[in-house]
């Protein structure tokens, strides 16, 4: 496997497609053992959104980055104009292609073999889709804006975002690669012992539809660096020239203003929506919780905190160093102490956590991850844009 970080921990290479091409895979296949199933959670994250199915039904829709395309089977079926799938993974699209052939995706749909950073068209789209790979591009906003270039005024843009509290539970389970990865292991056995330790927390997920040994290599084993975050925050400021933010999933934003009082509010779009996404930031921690509205200066601390310890994790997994671990539990611990009243079951969460590493550094194996298991972030959140009339 290649390195993708340079010895400051930045990245060297390309995100994605260095990691995938050199272990040929697409590890984001989904359980498609339920196909209406696998239409109505795509459905439903659309109306989240406010994506409605007429919004893509006879529209130009692109979409960057659409992996194995199983995703793309829900919004082909929406019947756009046009579809243009636009990828640089041989292994995915292979897997589009495949699908093509085997009429799972219609032949109307265009492949397009291209590296987004390098990809130049005149071509102006309804919809731009851009699900799973924004994040951890080495330069997030220029991709962004790029998105937003192509998309036609009035048309849509849709994004993923990652923050580091979002992140969190995944950061504490990345550094326990360390007690599974051997000399005399391959990857395949390493990432089929992760797939079966991780078990029980996958199962705890409901809606889980990615395939255990796909979320292992994606989440696990991925040589992520330290540009891996990108949040709702950052995502609407550098859009806000030229996009306002018209949908998210989770739909946390509510707005009670009077409907006719909204051009005179005072209060633009951006704001209004940032002002909540601030409030809200904590929750995205656990996603287990409603919404708990927290004072911001604590969700920029808790993120901050938690930006630092995906620093710390990339050292401790860099450097190879169990002994590391101390530091890091220490510093994970400090953060369950800074969550407030409402947060007990991510609380209890981090206890077990702490105690089980501690021990596991220590050389015992006997205690258990326990209520850690269940604790999962809103690993990545939905923005819709809406692109301005000129
Ligand atoms: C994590 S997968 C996400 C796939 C799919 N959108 C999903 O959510 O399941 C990222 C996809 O983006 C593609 N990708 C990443 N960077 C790219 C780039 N610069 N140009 C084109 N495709 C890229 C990868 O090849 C891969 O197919």
Partial sequence: ?????????????????????????????????DLPRHFQRRAALYAQLGLLPNAVRGCRVLEVGPGTGDNAMHTASLLPEQYVLLDANPASLAALRGKIGDGLLSASVKVVEADFLTYRTDERFDVVLCEGLLPAQ?????????????????????ITTVSFTSLFAETCRRVLRLFFEMPDRSVAETVKELASFFGPDLRSLPGMSRLHEDWVLDQIIHPYTEVV???????????????????????????????????????????FVLEQVDRFSLTMLDYRMSPIATDPALGQAVEERCRALWLRHLDVLNGRDPAALEDFATAVSEIGAMLPVGFEEARLSVTDYVAALRSWVAGHRAVEFGRFRPLFGRGQQYLMLLRHMV
């Fill in 138 to 158: 080495n330069a997030p906003i220029p991709f962004l804006d790029k998105l937003l270039d192509m998309t036609a005024p009035g048309g849509v843009t849709v």
């Fill in 229 to 271: 975050a990108f949040p709702l925050r950052d995502a609407i400021l550098a859009a806000a020239p030229k996009a306002e933010p018209a949908g998210t999933s989770p739909r946390f934003l509510t707005d009670w203003r009077w409907y006719k009082s909204v051009p005179d509010s005072g209060i633009a779009q951006t704001d």
């Fill in 1 to 33: 496997m290649t390195s993708q970080t340079g010895s400051g921990g930045e990245r060297v290479g390309k995100a994605y497609l260095d990691f995938y091409g050199a272990l040929d895979i697409i590890p984001v296949r989904q359980d498609l053992s």
